[in-house]
């Protein structure tokens, strides 16, 4: 069981040059079956260094009152995790600020044949979240924007 987080975008800028030792932006989708939510043609998984998407910053679907934050001294993150996701989001904005359409789905995966329902959309505005407060929040499929 892992966290799968997918992407999709309007764009067609080859994502892979951005893979380092923490995130990996791969072609090949892992096979799940939420790949169906995902509205743009070009479509990526992201990739932690545990080859899943569990090693970004994450909210359990229980828990997204939360909402976007930046890391707590009270809840330890792992320096990777944190980076990792920053270079996510990151990567995101920059497709936004080109003019290209994104969304993305953190999924739950366990083996299981038929798609979890997607719990709600989001638009995310990132001109109100920072890279620092950004995470993936579990069965939420989020679209991203720049409004100032």
């Not at 990996?24 to 743009?40: D, M, N, S, T, W």
């Not at 707590?72 to 990567?91: G, V």
């Amino acid at each position: 069981m892992c966290f799968m987080t997918i992407l999709s975008t309007s764009s067609d800028y080859d994502l892979s040059l951005a893979n380092n030792e923490l995130i990996q932006f791969v072609k090949k989708l892992p096979g799940i079956p939420e790949e169906k939510y995902l509205r743009f043609e070009n479509k990526w998984f992201l990739a932690s260094n545990a080859g899943c998407s569990c090693n970004f910053r994450h909210l359990s679907g229980d828990s997204i009152e939360l909402g976007f934050g930046e890391p707590e001294e009270w809840f330890q993150e792992d320096r990777d995790t944190i980076e990792a996701t920053h270079q996510i989001a990151a990567s995101i904005r920059m497709l936004i600020q080109q003019g290209a359409n994104v969304d993305c789905l953190d999924a739950w995966a366990h083996g299981q044949n038929d798609a979890a329902t997607l719990t709600d959309d989001i638009e995310v505005n990132l001109a109100e979240v920072s890279d620092a407060a950004f995470r993936f929040f579990e069965e939420y499929r989020f679209s991203f924007t720049i409004k100032a």
